[in-house]
């Protein structure tokens, strides 16, 4: 295998917590490197070996990745809202061991009054100087690029947060810039943002010639901006609905949004339905505008509420948006309709819920008429509707519940159907009751436009000595039989498209933290079943490239076994390769009839020149199939031998 340059990440010696706070259990939570740590050179190979040799042995010969020269590009703009910064900031931006830094950036001034969290670098300090360096072709093996956050304290400099980018990320190749959130270097876990930098990072080839100016950002204009917070959904998933009372905020810039119907929210799905709009001071060029901020907190009164507040842990989710992903109207008569879109509010790096809002930036202040009425016409309007709900029973709830009771309540109206119960009293006590019943709630007023139905809320309920509840919701949506399935099938687009994203960050971040078990759990599977040899096999022979002998067939359900030997003068293999493809035969006729799901599972091997790459195909049956099965594999182990004993002759 050829060599390849490893990069290491860590943590830097000034940023690990000291053995005297570890002492007291306040140990820093860091899941990845927050800074390049070195390299190493390796080449690894894995091989099968029932008498391996434990030991050192000398290197005679290696020979480095192919590499060319790389540049590196920053400009950085403005910082908003940083965490524990003092009168100024700097940044530096490292690749490798190469590095960059920038110039200082004060403390924003507005109205002789600074602003917390806000820092703008200079027009002449934006640039940084460009930095060269040689790096592999691959870009694969190229280390990680780091943005530092500097700030001076009492104690002398400090870094506070930190941006790390792969080679990889879109971003580096656009040449345009960007707003970034940065992460604390004290605790990466809880995926907490600690401000965000505008910054423009381009690495490309050296070879490639183009200009470098950066974009001007200190002409500020008027904007008239305009909210719309209609609902959320599903919020806090761990947290029960009599525990929420949520509270939205909207940040952009040095303005802030808040609804007047905060006070009045309680459960999973608030419902707000409400506008927010003025006029508002931007960067003239909206890409350098800061991003719109969303929060949404839990303002429950109360001793645990207190000490939620005091521990920060009131916040039940956020997201951002670059200004550019508002709606943008020139003028006040093109914004004529809502576009509404369903946003997933994150906490700790995992979803928190939805909220469906619209976001709105018109460009000309001027002659924005009646803007109340205009918006308020907007709004989806309203017909009464007749709510029934056919409730047979309930099934299979583990642990099963006692004399349960259903209680339903539509999301936002003041209207709450009277608790349902069993049909009957000998029925209650089993673990699958009925209820056989119709639950009926007139004369409601709800959205004519599907989209903004609320949700219908389920709670079930234990009676039973040990109590507690169950809760879901239904998407009113689902249940407008008025609407035209063009709407609907629309709306269900917007719900569903925000569930797939929502399911996929909690999947990547479940990965991410139990990455280590998981490789380490793969690594002690494939090596225990290497032998177990029932899959494609491709062989490699001295002098030729594994690239074209790897190329395996592998058929689901069949357990088939194809056996790939590359051609070679010197070598008389014909003999072998149709022995070999007599036991494939009759391996598959062993595996036909299996019902059990199969899996493939990838290993290397490798003795010298002599490298193996085996996919097997598993077949977890342990029937009447498995003496037949040993009796295969163990001609394969043979054959296996032969292969090796033929090397050794024709070498």
Known sequence: MPYRWINLYGIPKDDRTSEIVKMFGAK?????????????????????????????????????????????FADVYELQGGIDCGENVWIKVSIGPNFIISAKAD????????????YIWKTSKIM????????????TQIPDIFVSLYTKTFWGEKRVA???????????????????????????????KVGFLLLNLHFTSSKKKGSRVPKRRNIKAKFYFIIYIHAGYDLAPNSPPDALFPAVEINIAAETFTPTKNANQKGKNPVWEEFMHREIELTENLEFASNITVTI?????????????????????????????????????????????LYILYKD????????????????????????????????????????FAVVGIRNLVPAFKNPTIHMSVAGVNVQAPPLRSSSELDSDQPNPNFLDVIQIPNVD?????????????????????????????????????????????VANIFNA???????????????????????????????????????????????????VISPEYKKGKGEMEILLKKNDQWDLENLQEELNDVRVQTAEANIDSDDDLMARTTMASDSNFRMDIIEELDCTKRDKDREKKEKKGQITKLFDQIKELKKVNC
């Open 28 to 72: 820093k939570k860091v899941f990845e490197g927050t800074e390049y740590m070195g390299k190493v050179l390796m080449s690894l190979n894995l091989s099968p070996n029932e008498k391996p040799d434990k030991g050192r042995f000398p290197l005679n010969s290696y020979r480095e990745p192919p590499s060319m020269e790389y540049t590196l």
């Open 107 to 118: 403390q924003t001034m507005d109205k002789d009054q600074l602003v917390k969290g806000s």
């Open 128 to 139: 940084l100087d460009e930095k060269k360096a040689q790096f592999p072709t691959d870009q």
């Open 162 to 192: 930190y941006l790390r980018l792969p080679i990889s990320d879109p971003s580096l190749a656009n040449n345009d810039p960007k707003w970034y959130p940065l992460k604390s270097v004290e605790n990466n876990i809880d995926d907490k």
């Open 297 to 341: 907190k839990n303002s429950a009164k109360g001793l645990l509420a207190k000490g939620q507040e005091l521990f920060s842990k009131n916040i039940i989710g956020e997201f951002s948006i670059p200004a550019m992903e508002c709606n943008i109207y020139k003028k006040r008569s093109e914004f004529t309709k809502l576009e509404p879109k």
């Open 349 to 388: 790096g995992l979803p928190q819920g939805r909220l469906l809002a619209s976001f709105n930036i018109i460009k000309a202040t001027k002659k924005l008429g009646d803007i109340d009425a205009a918006l308020n016409d907007m709004k989806s309007h309203k017909v009464p509707c007749n709510l029934e």
């Open 446 to 490: 709800l959205p004519e436009d599907p989209l903004y139905l609320p949700p219908i809320e389920l709670e079930i309920k234990n009676n039973g000595l040990m109590g507690g509840s169950l809760y879901c919701s239904l998407q009113g949506w689902e249940y407008a039989e008025w609407a035209v399935s063009s709407r609907i099938a629309e």
């Open 498 to 548: 925000a569930m797939v994203q929502t399911t996929s960050k909690a999947e990547e971040k479940k990965k991410e933290v139990n990455k280590k078990d998981k490789n380490k759990e793969n690594r002690e599977t494939m090596n225990k079943d290497v032998l177990k040899a029932v899959g494609a096999v491709a062989i490699d022979i001295p002098g030729g490239d594994l690239k074209n």
